[in-house]
């Protein structure tokens, strides 16, 4: 059972423009939200996380956007560039807990095109 | 560098064989994860430890693995055993609260 779900699989962007992943999730336990940005052959490397009780998180030309409610975050890149192009992950963990084991979604292949 | 480390980077190994991965943490990291992760796929939960307490083991962590973190320092994964379904990359984090990644060890069992 996937405890987060994360749409699209993949996805194309111009150059300049903006790329939105999407992810959601059940266990209303979670508090922590990162996104982690994943190279061919490398290991996954934390890029900006959110704590629910704030509903928008930005850094540089990353954002996220959090919607308690409807139990979704979102990953927006502005000014995409060819060097953004990896893998991206959404995740979620109970910080709360002394456990913090991540739950990942399944990944999101992003390509810039120049 | 002060990041986590893997080491092997890759290994190849017969079906049958043990194989033994090691990860140093960020220094003063007392939390150490195991994630294994498979093409295409997010990193799954193996096993954590905190300091050199085992706290939980996944279901995916059959009585083939096992891990260590003998004096809350580095940490090693064994497979004993392999299974082509072992293929596979596996990562290890270090955290005092954010979890940051190593490189991860490439595993091919043929």
């Known amino acids: 059972q996937q405890q987060v779900k994360q749409s699209p699989q993949s996805l194309i962007v111009q150059k300049g423009g903006i790329s939105i992943i999407n992810c959601a999730y059940e266990n209303t336990a979670f508090d922590y939200f990162p996104w982690y940005q994943q190279f061919p052959g490398k290991g996954p490397a934390l890029l900006i996380a959110?704590?629910?009780?704030?509903s928008e998180k930005k850094e540089g030309r990353f954002t996220i956007s959090f919607n308690k409610s409807a139990k979704q975050f979102s990953l927006h890149i502005m000014d995409s560039q060819p060097g953004d192009s990896a893998t991206y992950f959404c995740?979620?963990?109970?910080?709360?807990?002394?456990?913090?084991?991540?739950?990942f979604g399944r990944g999101t292949q992003l390509t810039v095109w120049p | 560098d002060t990041g986590v480390s893997q080491d092997p980077r890759h290994k190849i190994t017969k079906r049958g064989q043990n194989v033994t991965f090691r990860c140093d943490p960020i220094s003063e990291h007392n939390r150490l994860y195991w994630y294994r992760q498979t093409l295409g796929q997010g990193p799954e939960f193996l096993t954590y430890f905190q300091n050199e307490a085992q706290l939980e083991k996944s279901r995916l962590l059959s009585d083939r693995f096992s891990a260590e973190r003998p004096k809350g320092s580095f940490s090693t994964l064994e497979i004993q055993r392999t299974e082509q379904g072992d293929s596979a990359m596996y990562l290890c984090?270090?955290?005092?609260?954010?979890?940051?990644f190593g490189p991860g060890t490439r595993l091919t069992v043929t």
């Open positions: 959110i704590r629910p009780d704030v």
């Open positions: 984090a270090s955290s005092p609260s954010e979890q940051y």
């Open positions: 995740a979620a963990s109970r910080r709360g807990s002394t456990l913090g084991r991540l739950y």
